[in-house]
């Protein structure tokens, strides 16, 4: 049996019924690690023998008769921008290659307190700042549908560690899409919480107003149980959100008559692949069958959503990456004769080039004479565009669009950086309102998957599951998984 291409309730069962253990479960995922990892190229970093001591305690706890919960014993991977105390946490970065946290994020502390079971950390853009990490500052990840192509980003290595059997959930992190599109690039359940529902502290920033943790699973259920684990109030996180978080596998119901779904116009224009645009409405007509009451909507200030999100992040990223200056932690030139040139020359040598362009764009927008022209004016729009999202949440459930407006592209296919910025054109309105969004696999195009972008009001993510929980029960074009080349 391939341990590693089950789901995280079918393996709790088994679990459960002692039909197999968590280190026989954790060997196996760890040795499709090594028969793969060559191609792929997910992790920056491998716990081997972390993981499989963890995974003998929870064996012994279960053999003790310790109540435990769904995810424990289910081997995870975090991507890189997460605290792990021990365990280097790069940023996939020149700059902090060598940074070992002496404290856990908040969210790797409840999954261990869930008994989940780390097998490493995954690849990314460097500091989150890219849509296909290609952007790391030490390799890039290939796609497990085709290796010639991005698994998308900035989250890409956490998505086709997934897809490609590697980890049996993991985690990222979304400030512009990069949950949602390397989700649906990759064919797996991607999911953007709404901001504040999943704690912050012990994410490495890129932009704090934008960035939310979140998970990549194997199907809608899985990513229900994640979400319990993983959501709620944490003080050490001034922005978390002290609410009332429900049991999200409630929502799991296989009915969704007369619930209200709206099309958004602005997500189907120029740009959009029209084979993707047919898969989609292909999942449109199967919510019609559903009993959804599905109708066209729009949202007026999408247009302005890319300008102000490259206004916004950069100016955040410019002032939370001033703290790598060589001093504290991670790289420091050593050919600097005084203290700025060391400041200089530690961050020319530590930061790639979308880094340094973003935190040149960012100060700039933030300089005198310019932050009321630019700065000021997108923070302006950015409130337009979730009063958009508000009018619209005042008639339907939720919204449906594209995740991305194309399928995965080759490496090097986008040099331009604005061709790549519009990757994430169908996400980053999500981020700049702050609500959130669930990428579903639905279909295929040219043998790469489809993303299928459900958006809700905050604290909606239970009627996002519910809708696409009802799409995934109905339709085997939410079921896809990859063949790897070469590989049995």
């Known amino acids: 049996m391939e341990l590693f291409s089950l789901t995280i309730h079918e393996l709790q069962g088994l679990l459960v019924k002692k039909e197999i253990s968590a280190e026989e479960l954790t060997k196996q995922v760890l040795e499709r690690i090594e028969q793969v990892e060559d191609k792929i190229k997910a992790f920056v970093t491998i716990t081997k023998e972390e993981a499989l001591k963890a995974a003998r305690e929870i064996d012994q706890k279960r053999i003790n ?17 997460m605290c792990t105390e021990g365990i280097k946490t790069t ?4 700059i902090l290659y060598n940074f070992i946290p002496p404290y856990n994020a908040s969210v790797y502390e409840k999954l261990l307190g869930a008994g989940s079971v780390l097998l490493g950390k995954t690849n990314m853009d460097e500091f989150a700042m890219g849509s296909s990490t290609e952007n790391s500052g030490f390799f890039a990840t290939r796609n497990p549908w085709d290796l010639n192509c991005v698994p998308g980003g900035s989250s890409g290595g956490s998505a086709a560690a997934v897809a490609a059997g590697e980890a049996i959930f993991a985690l990222g992190s979304d400030t512009g899409g990069s949950i949602r599109q390397p989700a649906a690039y990759c064919g797996v359940i991607g999911l953007k919480p709404t901001y504040g529902a999943v704690s912050r502290y012990g994410l490495i920033a890129y ?16 990513c229900a149980l994640v979400m319990n684990t993983i959501t709620g109030h944490d003080p050490f996180d001034s922005t978390s959100a002290n609410a009332d978080y429900p049991d999200y596998t409630s929502f799991l119901v296989n009915d969704i008559k007369g619930m209200r779904v709206g099309i958004p116009q602005e997500y189907f224009g120029e740009g959009i692949d029209p084979e993707v645009e047919n898969k989609i409405k292909e999942a449109i007509k199967k919510l019609e069958e559903l009993g959804a009451i599905v109708e066209e909507c729009s949202l007026p200030h999408t247009q302005y959503a890319m300008p102000t999100y490259y206004l916004i992040a950069p100016a955040e990223c410019s002032s939370n990456l001033a703290r790598y200056d060589g001093v504290r932690y991670g790289l420091r030139a050593e050919d600097a004769d005084d203290v700025l040139s060391m400041f200089s020359r530690t961050r020319n040598q530590g930061f790639g080039v979308e880094v340094k362009r973003r935190i040149m764009l960012g100060t700039y927008a933030l300089s005198s004479g310019y932050y009321d022209a630019y700065y000021l004016k997108a923070l302006k729009v950015r409130n337009l ?24 592209f080759e490496f ?3 040099s331009d950086p604005l061709a790549m910025y519009k990757q994430d054109v169908c996400t980053i309105p999500v981020n700049l309102a702050g609500i959130p969004a669930l990428s579903l696999p639905y279909g295929l195009v040219n043998n790469k998957p489809v993303g299928l972008q459900l958006i809700g009001k905050a604290f909606a993510e239970g009627t996002l599951l519910r809708i696409g929980y009802a799409l995934e029960q109905n339709s085997q074009e939410t079921r896809i998984t990859p063949i790897l080349e070469g590989v049995k």
């Open 65 to 81: 008769g310790v109540s435990l919960g769904p995810l424990a014993g289910i081997p995870m991977a975090l991507k890189d921008n």
């Open 91 to 94: 940023c996939s970065s020149k």
């Open 207 to 222: 932009a704090s107003s934008l960035d939310q943790i979140g998970p990549f699973t194997k199907d809608v259920t899985d």
């Open 385 to 408: 565009i979730k009063q958009d999202f508000d009018q619209a949440f005042e008639k339907f459930h939720c919204l449906l669009t594209p995740t991305t407006p194309s399928v995965a």
């Open 412 to 414: 090097g296919s986008k």
